[in-house]
């Protein structure tokens, strides 16, 4: 059995780790809040361009008049090679929530025939770098606390490498978050931006030639011109889809985190009170056994 002063040495050390677990509770809960606000008000700036982007598209005579070399994000081609941006977190100390999102990655990949990866995150990196995946570009450093240029950065290296033909399409895979007790992996078909159902199709001869046909008004009128708007709406479109996906995933990392270092917290507590019971039957022992010696001793005297 452990002596006392072993015993109260380890009670020290865990009381330490508790205090430390406790603020990173803390810490955690106060991002956790703010993350959700802007993830909240940054939502109706993207469901705008969400519902732009659907009108646009479903728009017959705008579709007449798109050319897919002006706007190769649109451009459906046959799938060799598919592009994963993964959005993990930076650090650890966050329960599931790395391990499920890089699992769930594994398994979507496991149904391509050829990929590469765009890893957001240190520990997104560091494990697809140690099983040998192809990585076209990282980004880590604001896991927990993403801005608009840093998606912005993510979303140019998925743009490039779609245009350059690198990949043939691009999915997204991040944490969504629903609570703080509640996050699960989620894959969000990327590049190229699709249209929605019952919009003419934009792959081929057919859409080329309805461009020769007589001129058709649309539903909308554009201004600047359709194809402008395009341009700048689609990059736009895809950018925001990245940022939503980032600010989802800082979310359920905070909210991971709380709940671990709150359940650390608790076991803390849970070891304290079994050390301090521990202690006090050593100490017990050895007052006991010091009490024997004494009586022990006199008796000993007193025979003499």
Known sequence: MPNPR?????????????????????????????AQEKAASSRPFADKIEALLKTALSDRALAKQ???????????????????????????????????????????MAACDEVSVIPV????????????????QSFFGLSDKPDFDYAEQIGSAAIQ????????????????FKSAL???????????VLPPEGAAALNG?????????????????????????LADLVPAYVKNLIYAALMQSAASELGARMTAMSSATDNASELLRSLELSYNKARQAGITREINEIVGGAEALSQE
């Open 6 to 34: 072993e015993i109260h040495r380890h009670m020290r050390s865990v009381k330490n780790i508790q205090q430390i677990t406790k603020a990173m509770k803390m810490v955690a809960a106060a991002r956790l809040r703010r």
């Open 66 to 108: 798109i050319s897919l070399s002006d706007h190769p994000l649109l451009e459906v081609r046959p799938v060799r090679k598919t592009g994963f941006i993964v959005i993990a977190a930076d650090k650890g100390l966050a329960g599931p929530c790395n391990s499920n999102v890089l699992k769930h990655s594994v398994a979507e």
């Open 121 to 136: 995150g240190r520990k997104a990196k560091e494990y697809f770098q140690h099983r040998g995946y192809r990585i076209e």
């Open 161 to 176: 490498a779609f245009t350059s033909g690198e990949v043939d399409e691009v999915k997204l895979i991040f944490t969504h």
């Open 182 to 192: 509640s996050y699960t992996p989620e894959t969000v078909h990327l590049l190229p």
């Open 205 to 229: 001869d057919d859409f080329q030639d309805d461009r020769n046909g007589p001129e058709e008004i649309g539903d909308v009128l554009f201004e600047p011109s359709a194809s402008a708007l």
